[in-house]
C-alpha cells in the first residue's frame, strides 16, 4: 500500500493545482466578460467559458448561499480557491501517512 498512497498523493495534489488554475481561468475570464473587454457571441469565448461555468457553478453556488452578500462581490470563488490551496497539503499528508 505504501507506494500506491504516495501515487494517490500527488494525484490529489496534480487534480488540486489543476483545479486551481482553472479556477484562476474562470475568474479572469468572468471579469473579462462583466467589463466587456471579450465578447461572449466569440465561439471559442462561449465554450471555455460555458465549459468553466458548468464545471465550478456545482462548487459556487453552496458557498454563495452561505457567505453575506458585499455590495456585488462574490467571493466564493476565493473561498474555494483558498480551500484548495491550505486543504490539499492536509489531506495529501493524510494520505502519505497511510503508507
Same mark, same amino acid.
Given at each position: 500500500?505504501?507506494?500506491? #498512497?504516495?501515487? !494517490?498523493? /500527488?494525484?490529489?495534489?496534480? !487534480?488540486?493545482?489543476?483545479?486551481? *488554475?482553472?479556477?484562476?481561468? =474562470?475568474?479572469? *475570464?468572468?471579469?473579462? @466578460?462583466? &467589463? /466587456?473587454?471579450?465578447?461572449?457571441? /466569440?465561439? &471559442?469565448?462561449?465554450? @471555455?467559458? $460555458?465549459?468553466? =461555468?458548468?464545471? *465550478?457553478? +456545482?462548487?459556487?453556488? +453552496?458557498?454563495? %448561499?452561505?457567505?453575506? %452578500?458585499?455590495?456585488?462581490? %462574490?467571493?466564493? +470563488?476565493?473561498?474555494?480557491?483558498?480551500?484548495?490551496? =491550505? $486543504?490539499?497539503?492536509?489531506?495529501?499528508? #493524510?494520505?502519505? $501517512?497511510? #503508507?
Amino acid at each position: 500500500m505504501g507506494e500506491y #498512497a504516495y501515487l !494517490l498523493a /500527488n494525484l490529489v495534489g496534480g !487534480l488540486a493545482g489543476l483545479i486551481s *488554475f482553472l479556477l484562476l481561468v =474562470y475568474i479572469v *475570464f468572468s471579469l473579462l @466578460i462583466s &467589463f /466587456n473587454v471579450i465578447n461572449t457571441y /466569440n465561439q &471559442f469565448v462561449s465554450v @471555455i467559458y $460555458g465549459s468553466l =461555468y458548468k464545471l *465550478f457553478e +456545482p462548487m459556487l453556488r +453552496p458557498i454563495r %448561499d452561505v457567505l453575506p %452578500d458585499v455590495g456585488g462581490l %462574490d467571493l466564493s +470563488p476565493i473561498v474555494i480557491w483558498f480551500l484548495l490551496q =491550505y $486543504g490539499t497539503p492536509f489531506i495529501t499528508t #493524510a494520505i502519505r $501517512g497511510l #503508507a
